[in-house]
């Protein structure tokens, strides 16, 4: 073995790509938009060294054109999730003993396949198959991913490097071991970056994993799987599975050898997981980690001295960009009386001026939510909301989905701050407005503390900076994440580590330090240099 103290490369955030026009990344991604469009691809299970197409598929479409098939991917049945946790059990002894600076260099190679070859494939696929615009795919599935790979490395060796004191005598040292057994890695559709992050972040570790990614992001998890197996992941290490989430996580769960799992997705599933590990303690080998990142009702609170251009283009990004599907976006926002007319007026102005269709279109702000079952959840509120006395739609509420699952930006306002759409997970372009009384302003701190059950993001625009103090003590436990004068959705890896508490998640953090410790399990090693022959103390002489 190597020996040496490693110094990894520093790392630094990934620059963020224009896309202008005639600019040659715009190029590329829409060449490859082109070809990937125009092309099926066929995605099996990845266990060990197979590649199983179980003959049981579902086709992927694109959500802002439904009957477009660009794939299809393989369903497993219980015994393939089966036959992958074994893989990754015999996988495990080689990686977790495998030196972390040839761990590392895997990933820091996948960063850097990412930053250049990858690419224009990795947004355009996320474009196509999660129907997000240029700018969201570059932000999230290059930039975002890249930044946590070569984070991570760094923060591994940050952890490595914390190591107890010792003296002449005894020379103490801390091993971070890896998790005995696999760690289930359970993916979202939204963000491309957060569906990589989950099963390589424990691997980085030494961990072995059995990942299954959402349905609605089969399309850029192909991308992903390519990048790790060029860069050297090595078989067995993340395996990969597609189909029902229930038998899945029942044939997981079952297992003596479940180690943790790693989940971003909605809190009532969330909590499901929880019960059950619960019931099944009594089976595991050792207690099982559990790390997740679930819900949010994201709030935005003005106070009468905020600008009002900053305030509405908060509310615009913060809502609606990538339809809302994010689990950081702003949806509860409260406006006092007398900032009111002006940015009734310029948020109007500007909901209107945004172009949707379909993300090769440059010039479209919005695309489509994700799936028809997402965009009739979300009709049925704005539908509710037409009806309701207490309700008020000022500008959107449109819809069609007979070619993608198109919603307009919606904006609401309520005379009832405990509305239900100002307390309900929309995960849509859907925003509720509640004015309220400027004389009222640490009253409606309290209004927004109590309101929901999440507690994952929230801003506050102020000029008065008492104003700012007030609201950051009095909304300590209402976000993991608080913005002041800005939106409250585009936590940076190394910058803003991510994660709420309440409803919201158990807060470890993506993009810290603080997550990957949750993957290592330290062994304290003492060694004394001249060991006691004699059990007796000088207190007995």
Not at 158 to 170: E, L
Not at 203 to 215: F, I, L, T, Y
Not at 251 to 279: C, M, N, P, Q, Y
Not at 406 to 418: A, D, L, Q
């Amino acid at each position: 073995m190597l020996k040496g103290f490693f110094n990894v490369p520093k790392a630094v955030n990934e620059p963020v790509k224009g896309y202008a026009p005639n600019s040659p990344e715009r190029e590329a991604v829409l060449a490859a938009y082109t070809t990937m469009w125009n092309s099926q691809i066929d995605v099996p299970l990845y266990i060990g060294s197979e590649e199983i197409r179980t003959g049981n598929t579902k086709n992927i479409t694109a959500p802002h054109n439904h009957q477009h098939v660009v794939g299809k991917y393989h369903l497993a049945e219980k015994h393939h999730i089966e036959k992958a946790i074994t893989n990754a059990l015999e996988s495990r002894k080689a990686w977790a003993n495998m030196a972390w600076e040839q761990r590392a260099a895997i990933f820091l190679k996948a960063a850097e396949l990412i930053a250049g070859p990858y690419r224009a494939r990795i947004n355009a696929a996320t474009m196509i198959g999660q129907s997000k615009n240029i700018h969201q795919a570059e932000i999230d599935a290059s930039c975002e991913l890249i930044d946590f790979l070569r984070y991570n490395v760094e923060f591994m060796t940050q952890i490595y490097s914390d190591q107890p004191k010792s003296d002449s005598t005894t020379w103490n040292r801390l091993e971070y071991r890896s998790l005995e057994g696999f760690v289930y890695a359970i993916t979202p559709f939204n963000f491309t970056a957060i569906a990589a992050n989950l099963p390589a972040s424990a691997a980085m570790m030494g961990n072995v994993v059995v990942w299954k990614p959402s349905d609605s992001q089969v399309f850029s998890t192909k991308i992903i799987l390519d990048v790790f197996k060029e860069a050297g992941v090595p078989d067995g290490v993340i395996n990969v599975v597609f189909g029902d989430a229930l038998m899945i996580t029942d044939t997981v769960l079952a297992s003596r050898d479940f180690a943790g799992v790693h989940f971003t997705g909605s809190t009532h599933v969330f909590k499901d997981i929880w019960a059950k590990i619960g019931a099944n303690i009594h089976n595991y080998k050792t207690y099982p980690r559990i790390v997740g990142e679930t819900g949010g009702k994201d709030f935005i609170i003005a106070h009468p001295s905020a600008n009002v251009k900053q305030v509405v283009t908060g509310i615009t990004r913060g809502a609606f960009e990538f339809q809302g599907q994010k689990c950081s976006a702003a949806s509860r926002v409260y406006i006092p009386q007398s900032l009111w007319p002006a940015v009734k007026e310029q948020l109007i102005t500007d909901v209107k001026s945004m172009k949707m269709g379909s993300p090769e279109d440059f010039g479209n702000f919005i695309t489509a939510v994700i799936h028809e079952g997402s965009f009739d959840k979300l009709v049925s509120y704005i539908d509710q909301a037409k009806k309701d006395a207490e309700a008020e739609i000022i500008v959107g509420g449109n819809y069609d989905k007979s070619v993608g699952y198109f919603i307009e930006p919606t904006v609401i306002v309520t005379t009832n701050p405990k509305y239900t759409t100002m307390e309900t997970e929309l995960f849509g372009p859907v925003v509720t407005l509640y004015i309220y009384e400027d004389a009222k302003w640490e009253e409606t701190l309290e209004l927004v503390d109590t309101t929901s059950e999440y507690a994952l993001t929230g801003a506050i625009f102020s000029q008065d900076r008492y104003a700012i103090e007030v609201a950051t003590t009095k909304l300590q436990n209402a976000a993991g994440n608080f913005y002041i004068n800005d939106k409250p959705t585009g936590a940076v890896v190394g910058m803003q580590p991510f994660g709420g508490a309440r409803a919201s998640g158990t807060n470890d953090k993506a993009g810290s330090a603080l997550n990957l410790l949750r993957w290592a399990s330290p062994r304290t090693i003492k060694e004394t240099f001249v060991t006691p022959e004699d059990y007796r103390y000088p207190f007995l002489g």
